[in-house]
Structure formats: structure tokens, C-alpha cells
């Protein structure tokens, strides 16, 4: 199977812009969760999908937003950039509740 | 906020085993303990996992105490690769990771 897959691997933006990450999850995955990751403050769950539905968000502001699809791949965006959201973005999925999460490679955002 | 304390790095001889602890005194008998560990600028990549009786697979050993207040992942013979960020996480099956600073391992040649 592949794995989970993120495009794209790296961007550049500039403050006041919005962008858009994609997250393809392994095959037969229907939940797939993002979290965020900066030097400061490690690794943040930012929401979780399954089936199309928001299950769980973390503490992050309006600003940051997703949607899954019917084939469950997910989209997450952030509007109005500024500079303390540059960070890894991370995409992972899982089968189903009981099991643990399998982690794409991540999104590396640069704001400027 | 994470359930779970480590220390915050360790080092471990190539070829010796590693024993990363972990501390999680408030788990309660529903919440599992995993393990991931990171490899700089990669996505988080998973270990093992367990409830009550201790685990093992072709990475790793888990081993968790009676009372499961605490567990030690026991990696048997580092590797240089092994190099790496490890995160113990307490989660109830159906809630998303809550990801603490982790141990970072530093396996010496």
C-alpha cells in the first residue's frame, strides 16, 4: 500500500495570502487527522475527519480549516497568513479508532 | 496538555539496547500507550502500542509496569538510524494524540 501522501512537500508565502494542503490517506483509511509542528511548541493536533465530518479541533483560530472528501482525502487551509504559521504541516490516517496513526511526510510552509 | 513524562534526551552505545521510560501516573484502564518516534523533518513514525501486557515487534519492546503508571520501550540493539526524536503518548481509543517534547535518543558509534 501507499503511504500517506502530502503535497506539496514544500511552499512559500507571503503574509496576508491563504493556502491550501492536500493529504491523500493510505487506501482503505477513512480518518485522517492534521497537526501542526513548530520548534516552539512541538507537535499541535489541529482536527480530525472521518467520513466527511469533523470529529474533534484543536485550539486553533478560525483561520485554519479542513474538509474531507467522499474518497477521504482532505484538504486543510489557512487564510491570512502570518509569519508564526510557518511550521511542518503533518497529515496522518488510520483504519479505524482502535489503531494508531500512520504520518505522511509533511508540509513545510514558509511565511515571509 | 501530554499525560506523560520523559526525559527530555538520552545517548546509547551502537549496538547496546536502548531503554527509553516513560512516566504516565493519571492513565486510566481504557487509555493505551504508544509510541512514535521522529526522525528529523519527517513525519512522525510509529512504534508499538499497548494496554496492559507488555508488547513486542520486529522494532521494539514495550514493557509496562503492573500498575501501568509507567512503561520503558526497550530498542535492542541501536543503531546509528535509531537517532531520533521518541514520543510516548496515553491516548483512549477514539481521541487524537496529544504529542509531549519526547525523548531525544542520540545513538553514539
Known amino acids: 500500500k501507499a503511504g500517506v501522501t502530502q503535497t506539496p512537500r514544500y511552499l512559500i508565502k507571503t503574509r496576508g495570502q491563504q493556502v491550501t494542503l492536500s493529504c491523500s490517506p493510505i487506501?482503505?483509511?477513512?480518518?485522517v487527522s492534521w497537526y501542526q509542528q513548530t520548534p516552539g511548541q512541538g507537535l499541535q493536533f489541529l482536527f480530525e475527519y472521518f467520513s466527511e465530518t469533523q470529529r474533534n479541533k484543536g485550539n486553533f483560530p478560525g483561520r485554519f480549516s479542513g474538509r474531507q472528501f467522499s474518497n477521504s482525502r482532505s484538504e486543510m487551509n489557512v487564510s491570512t497568513l502570518e509569519l508564526g504559521d510557518s511550521a511542518l504541516y503533518l497529515c496522518?490516517?488510520?483504519?479505524?479508532?482502535?489503531?494508531?496513526?500512520?504520518f505522511g511526510s509533511g508540509t513545510r510552509l514558509t511565511v515571509v | 496538555d501530554a499525560k506523560t513524562t520523559q526525559p527530555p534526551s538520552m545517548d546509547c552505545a551502537e549496538g547496546r539496547a536502548a531503554n527509553l521510560p516513560c512516566n504516565h501516573s493519571?492513565?486510566?484502564?481504557?487509555?493505551?500507550v504508544y509510541w512514535y518516534r521522529q526522525i528529523h523533518s519527517q513525519g512522525p513514525q510509529y512504534i508499538i502500542h499497548g494496554l496492559k501486557n507488555n508488547e513486542t515487534n520486529e522494532m521494539a519492546s514495550l514493557i509496562i509496569t503492573e500498575d501501568r503508571k509507567s512503561s520503558t520501550l526497550i530498542l535492542p540493539h541501536a543503531t546509528l538510524r535509531d537517532t531520533a526524536v521518541y514520543y510516548c503518548?496515553?491516548?483512549?481509543?477514539?481521541?487524537?494524540?496529544?504529542f509531549g517534547p519526547g525523548t531525544r535518543l542520540s545513538v553514539l558509534p
Open positions: 503518548i496515553v491516548r483512549v481509543e477514539g481521541q487524537n494524540f496529544v
Open positions: 496522518a490516517s488510520r483504519e479505524g479508532q482502535q489503531y494508531g496513526y500512520t
Open positions: 493519571t492513565i486510566s484502564g481504557n487509555e493505551y
Open positions: 487506501s482503505g483509511h477513512r480518518s
